[in-house]
């Protein structure tokens, strides 16, 4: 072991480490990891499962890990190769097998994922999932959670080495480090991410010297396939972050036994020489000539253990093969919350009688009242603490009010600003973060993604994340390629993240406390360009105004063409058909203002009255939300037509800074009253 520039003998009295028990139970659990991979294989040439990727070589540490840790009080945040840390931290054999078995059963996801993306809530297991290194942030904002909660529960997160070269795990280290967070990175190196060479990753020796000048990280690096090496080191880490003492990285030096998985063929990329190199280090033997040599264990007594777990793996095999698949019936189950905070059905929509509010101010007035409401509600973003309060303001006076506790600032980093807020989501706290502009947030993409809008489904309900992220979008501000961008139609298409976009500061206020209280992540878009625009001005909502989602707003009533649109295109939308008024055309404009879910109930019985239809977005026309919407009225309302459906959006570019350029490719008043014009024809 090697901490920092300490060495120490780590081979005198390891029996005064732990109790024969817990020994011969450490080899136990080794060996019951490393029969259940070679099961798992059997059951895959068998037909019986599709997909295995192991942990051989990699037990020592993992079980040495998880005997510092305590079982259904810390956190985890386990990668895919760690089989033997989730059997040492609650799993059954049983359970590991209906995972791979895809059995209704598995605690992981109910037969929803592959195999070895570990969950279960019971354990206090964060629901896992395939792509390498979204895990490191959301296991530290686990850990500002348990921090502010003043728990000394400590937050476990591994991976090989391969996942170091993310920048979201340097990400993930420098915010633990620098907030001393009870973490503890183990990094199992086997020297390769597939087939890629450690030489090939990193700069460095390892990652154990990469990453020596985060101040505030405590160092390990291990022998991983020496289980008493191991548990030395694990039980100094975990310490430390249990007393207050920030952060650990335990490196530990394993060996990889079998192909990255069933579908690699290691002697493509790997020498004989080296893979005998690694089966000499193997970390069972190792462990079974110790039990011997120190009178733990006689070859007779390790026999009747292997004999034992053998046993118990084929019986597991037997019982999770007679259980049932999951139901087809339940697979749009869990894509959202059951739990719906405002209900449309019934609602009845009343007009604000407030002082009149700029949009930018109604979203501030909205985020303290919800902080005032919910005690777990946190805000942070970049520029978004102090009296800064947000580069629109937005969050101005709410680190006065509330403390920088809960209104605070983030790293310039969107990656750590959504994963982090993963991990406090998982632990009952309920982020609202502001991503500055939405050009921006594509760092953050892989958590939003793969992470956010999955956690619910992959999970079969028994984690979520719930949170609000808000992002300022779109253009008319002269704001150029990279302050402009309209991202609705990117994140549409993805199920699981509801989507708002008001045009006022009435419907903002009321959406956006609709967003705070709900159980699903949203993304909260606010157009720049309406934050203190007269037009999206309105009357303040109170206290205990909500609006549903999915209700769409007629905010003109009109019988001979129906306009569909949204955010600030509503404005133009609504000057385009008072001018078609003057022209003895009347025009009904809908405001959907929520995207997901969409409220296509109104757009159906406004398209039936009318028969032509016209969709106005900002965004640009190719791929843009209008074109789902128009499909859908193709399918549902096409004996109802008059009139082709016809579109206005921006042009197929870039937003350029110039007015003259911008004008010309964003959608302007005068577009719309041609489309309608165009349409009146028919």
Request: aromatic share 10%; net charge negative.
């Amino acid at each position: 072991m090697k901490q920092q520039n300490k060495k120490q003998d780590n081979h005198t009295h390891k029996q005064d480490i732990l109790s024969k028990e817990k020994i011969i139970e450490a080899y136990r659990l080794m060996y019951t990891a490393r029969k259940t991979d070679d099961k798992i294989l059997l059951l895959l040439k068998q037909g019986k499962a599709f997909f295995h990727i192991g942990g051989s070589g990699h037990e020592a540490i993992q079980v040495a890990v998880g005997f510092a840790l305590k079982k259904g009080s810390d956190w985890s945040y386990p990668y895919y190769r760690d089989l033997a840390y989730v059997l040492t931290m609650g799993y059954s054999v049983k359970e590991v097998l209906a995972e791979a078995m895809h059995r209704a059963s598995g605690p992981s996801s109910a037969g929803f994922v592959m195999p070895f993306n570990y969950g279960y809530k019971k354990w206090r297991i964060v629901s896992q999932s395939s792509p390498t290194g979204t895990q490191y942030l959301q296991a530290v904002g686990t850990a500002i959670a348990n921090v502010k909660d003043r728990t000394d529960e400590v937050v476990y997160v591994s991976s090989g080495e391969g996942s170091t070269s993310q920048g979201e795990f340097h990400e993930a280290v420098n915010w633990a480090a620098r907030q001393k967070l009870p973490v503890i990175f183990v990094i199992q190196d086997n020297k390769y991410a597939i087939s890629v060479t450690k030489k090939e990753q990193t700069a460095a020796d390892s990652v154990y010297h990469l990453t020596s000048g985060y101040k505030g990280l405590h160092r390990f690096e291990v022998d991983g396939c020496d289980f008493f090496d191991s548990y030395k080191s694990a039980l100094e880490a975990v310490n430390l972050a249990r007393n207050g003492e920030g952060p650990s990285l335990i490196l530990a030096h394993t060996v990889r036994l079998l192909p990255h998985s069933s579908s690699d063929d290691q002697r493509k990329y790997r020498s004989e020489e080296d893979l005998t190199r690694d089966r000499e280090r193997d970390p069972i033997p190792k462990f079974e000539k110790y039990l011997v040599q120190n009178g733990f264990a006689t070859e007779d007594e390790i026999s009747k253990i292997q004999s034992e777990v053998q046993s118990q793996i084929d019986e597991a095999a037997d019982i999770v093969e007679s259980e049932p698949q999951q139901d087809p019936s339940n697979l749009l189950k869990y894509v959202y919350s059951p739990r719906v905070i405002v209900n449309k059905e019934g609602f009845s929509e009343s007009e604000p009688t407030g002082n009149r509010i700029v949009m930018v101010d109604a979203i501030n007035h909205a985020l303290a009242e919800e902080l005032e409401y919910n005690p777990k509600m946190l805000v942070y973003g970049e520029d978004v603490g102090g009296d800064k309060g947000g580069v629109f303001t937005a969050t101005k006076g709410l680190t006065k009010r509330f403390g920088w506790e809960r209104v605070f600032n983030s790293p310039l980093a969107e990656a750590s600003i959504v994963g982090t807020a993963v991990g406090l989501a998982v632990r009952g706290y309920k982020p609202v973060i502001e991503i500055q502009f939405g050009d921006y947030i594509w760092p953050a993409f892989m958590q939003l993604r793969n992470e956010v809008a999955m956690m619910r489904f992959r999970s079969y309900n028994e984690w979520s994340s719930p949170m609000v992220v808000r992002v300022a979008v779109g253009g008319y501000i002269h704001g150029g390629l990279y302050h402009s961008q309209s991202i609705e139609g990117f994140f549409a298409h993805i199920p699981g993240l509801r989507i708002v976009m008001p045009s006022n500061a009435s419907d903002a206020k009321a959406l956006l406390k609709t967003a705070c209280r709900s159980d699903d992540p949203v993304m909260f878009l606010e157009h720049k360009g309406l934050y203190r625009a007269s037009f999206a001005a309105a009357p303040e909502p109170d206290t205990n105004y909500l609006l549903p989602f999915g209700m769409a707003k007629i905010v003109k009533q009109g019988d001979d063409i129906t306009i569909i649109t949204w955010g600030m295109m509503v404005q133009r939308s609504l000057e385009a058909a008072r001018k078609m008024e003057e022209k003895g055309v009347s025009v009904e404009v809908i405001d959907l203002r929520t995207i997901n879910p969409l409220d296509s109930e109104t757009i159906f019985n406004s398209v039936r009255k009318t028969g032509k239809v016209l969709i106005v977005h900002e965004d640009t026309l190719t791929a843009g939300f209008g074109a789902e919407i128009a499909a859908m009225i193709a399918q549902e309302t096409f004996t109802r037509l008059d009139a082709p459906i016809l579109r206005v959006a921006a042009k197929d570019c870039h937003i350029p800074y110039g007015p003259t350029l911008e004008n010309a490719m964003l959608p302007q008043t005068s577009d719309i009253i041609n489309a309608l014009e165009r349409l009146s024809s028919f």
